[in-house]
């Protein structure tokens, strides 16, 4: 696989997956995706950032005044800085290792394993990273469209809803609430993604796949509970440094 193949897989993974991951099965690579999440976290951070801001800028102006709300908002914006151009790339990739290592140990739980099948989870991984950058783009264009002053709270920032969108009583089920917003149609489409890549490095059914792909998933967004915890400790920590 050259690199003008690995670019071009960033983009085939969302039509032809079982093509891609045919490939990985033969060469594994994440050399371009781990660029391209780079690259791709540094553009929608940026672009997001102003979305951000907007609801807490409405909330100081109304009650400080502008002034004092432009003076608040360019310290928190530092914090924010920080967070989406720095923090969230790596972050981003902690998720592929721990994920790929979730979907590995699983796995060895119906097949025999070696590094190799980690390094072509890890790699399907990274390229299946594609769907969630497709669901930041389109968020970006959606809130873009509607307006930045449509945005009255934090919660209209996320366009593509989860499962807690059902769920009454929020306020006093925090967990929940953090693990059904993780199941949205994006998360939906990246587990059968996995599930097809499983499958073809393994020679498992697909509906076993799906089991191991689910259940990985399923294992990941309980540690993204802790890791929202990390991220607003380091982004005090290095904010403090500054």
């Known amino acids: 696989m050259n690199l003008q193949q690995e670019f071009l897989n960033l983009f085939n993974i969302l039509a032809t997956p079982t093509e891609v991951y045919g490939e990985i099965n033969i060469t594994p690579r994440w050399r371009i995706p781990f660029l391209f999440l780079v690259i791709s976290s540094t553009i929608v951070g940026w672009f997001m950032i102003p979305a951000i801001m907007e609801p807490m800028r409405k909330i100081f102006a109304s009650s400080f005044g502008q002034g004092s709300a432009d003076v608040a908002i360019k310290g928190i914006m530092k914090s924010i800085l920080v967070a989406q151009l720095f ?10 290792l721990v994920l790929s290592a979730i979907l590995f140990f699983i796995t060895l739980l119906y097949v025999k394993g070696d590094f190799l099948l980690f390094k072509k989870l890890f790699s399907a991984v990274a390229y299946t990273e594609s769907i969630f950058v497709l669901m930041g783009v389109l968020t970006i264009l959606i809130i873009y469209l509607r307006g930045m002053d ?29 693990v ?61 440094r500054i």
């Open 87 to 96: 923090i969230e790339p790596l972050l981003k990739l902690v998720r592929w």
């Open 150 to 178: 449509s945005i009255e709270a934090i919660g209209d920032l996320t366009v593509f809803k989860g499962l807690d969108f059902f769920l009454k009583g929020k306020d006093q089920n925090t967990t929940i609430v953090t």
């Open 180 to 240: 059904l917003s993780n199941i949205n149609p994006y998360s939906i489409w990246y587990v059968v993604t996995i599930a097809f890549g499983v499958s073809i490095f393994t020679k498992l059914q697909k509906s076993k796949a799906f089991i191991i792909a689910s259940a990985s998933w399923l294992t990941w967004i309980i540690i993204s509970i802790v890791q929202s915890k990390v991220t607003a400790f380091l982004v005090g920590l290095i904010v403090g």
